[in-house]
């Protein structure tokens, strides 16, 4: 009976009962913040995904006011050819003001270069004035201008390799309305990379893979480095190697305006944007119709960047849930000495009330009271019972010739010899 009153097995019991119970709670925590935060991180992105794309527009169309700019020059309605000098001098200072061009070009509609200007590595604008061949890429731009109205912007991409890494180039241009002179274009090579570069610094906070998708293809790259590292997949192929691992994402982010996309590793959230719908047209080599000038942004937001907000709530959880399973052991610790010992207490005082103290078996009253209620139920359910009345023979001769001590021994041997002959069930 005493050990069923040990301590340590109480306390296990319990401490092991409300540890399940907090880590149940702590599990249940965890999960609801672990979706409020995925939500509010989704959310996040969602906004910056809004202000990037807000912010690519606004250069497309900077970019085709600057060319509006670069073909409306008053000189270039002067027959004189010393006035293309005059025209390479603007031109020149627009490179220098904005920074972000690499070259700008005044050809005809025979591919003649008339007009260069070079922004070199140095930081040095070189000028040149006179006949020479137009690039190939910019005479593809000047030639997707035939369809297109007389006030378009046409742009294709390029990949210039700047440092070992890949280097996004924008080829833009745009008729200059001379019409007595003959046809002329102004070409110019904008350093998408720039613009690519501080879109991607909008999301330094959350790590991702960002991708720039426009008709010639797609530029892929990861936020939070100190120098985005651009890859480029043509259009022709089957989409980023990202894409390439989910290609129903891929397809819906090529078929729809907007949205998040949940998939197995992480989450994609995209945003798509119509530069020709106010006015800047074309952004493709092939042909000029506003149709085939969207660009979409989209984020992919990976396990690992999820796993940080896990491992964030977790390092919140992990100090209240230790220091409520300290506190529950502290308190299961107290508790279970404190009932055990009680217990105890309770079972010595029933011992005592119903036992006989020398040979510990029931006492006459205990027995009596039991051997009653056996009695009663035998009465009400059947059957029978048996009592077997024992007596030692010349006891008090034991006692007189070898003592009480000898004599309790005796009874002492006599009750355990009973005990051991009789079933657990009965009464002695």
């Not at 979409?296 to 960047?305: G, H």
Request: glycine share 8%; aromatic share 8%.
């Amino acid at each position: 009976m005493a050990g069923e009153f040990h301590w340590p097995r109480l306390f296990v019991k319990v401490f092991g009962i409300g540890a399940v119970l907090i880590l149940l709670v702590a599990v249940g925590v965890y999960e609801i913040r672990r979706q409020d935060e995925i939500e509010t991180l989704r959310n996040e992105k969602t906004a910056i995904l809004a202000a990037q794309t807000t912010f690519f527009l606004d250069v497309l169309h900077r970019l085709s006011a600057d060319l509006t700019i670069l073909a409306d020059q008053t000189e270039l309605t002067d027959p004189n050819p010393l006035a293309l000098i005059d025209v390479a001098h603007e031109y020149a200072t627009m490179v220098n003001a904005v920074g972000n061009y690499r070259s700008i070009r005044l050809a005809d509609a025979h591919g003649t270069e008339l007009i260069r200007v070079v922004a070199e590595e140095s930081g040095l604008v070189v000028t040149h004035v006179g006949a020479a061949e137009i690039p190939s890429l910019d005479a593809r731009a000047i030639a997707a201008l035939a369809s297109a109205p007389h006030d378009a912007v046409m742009m294709l991409s390029d990949v210039a390799r700047r440092g070992g890494r890949s280097r996004p180039i924008w080829i833009l241009a745009k008729p200059v309305p001379v019409d007595a002179i003959g046809p002329r274009y102004v070409v110019a090579a904008y350093r998408a990379d720039l613009l690519f570069d501080r879109i991607v610094r909008f999301a330094h906070r959350i790590k991702s893979t960002l991708m720039l998708i426009g008709p010639d293809g797609a530029w892929t790259t990861e936020t939070g480095q100190p120098v985005p590292d651009w890859t480029f997949s043509p259009s022709d192929a089957d989409g980023p190697p990202l894409m390439q691992a989910y290609p129903a994402a891929w397809k819906r982010v090529l078929a729809e305006e907007a949205g998040t996309i949940p998939v197995r590793n992480g989450f994609f959230v995209f945003r798509t944007l119509h530069p020709a719908v106010k006015g800047f047209w074309g952004l493709t080599g092939v042909t000029a119709n506003a149709g085939a000038s969207s660009w979409t942004v989209a984020a992919f937001v990976s396990s690992e960047a999820i796993a940080t907000v896990e491992n964030r709530i977790l390092e919140s959880l992990i100090p209240s849930v230790v220091a409520l399973l300290l506190a529950l052991g502290l308190c299961a610790w107290v508790a279970s000495v404190y009932w055990t010992g009680y217990r105890r207490r309770q079972m010595r005082l029933v011992r005592q009330a119903t036992t006989d103290a020398l040979t510990g078996v029931l006492n006459r009253a205990a027995f009596e009271e039991r051997f009653g209620a056996i009695l009663a139920r035998r009465e009400e359910t059947g059957g029978g019972c048996a009592l077997i009345f024992v007596d030692l023979d010349s006891f008090k001769e034991i006692n007189d010739v070898y003592g009480h001590d000898t004599g309790d021994a005796c009874l002492r041997e006599t009750a355990a010899r009973i005990r051991s002959a009789i079933r657990e069930t009965d009464l002695l």
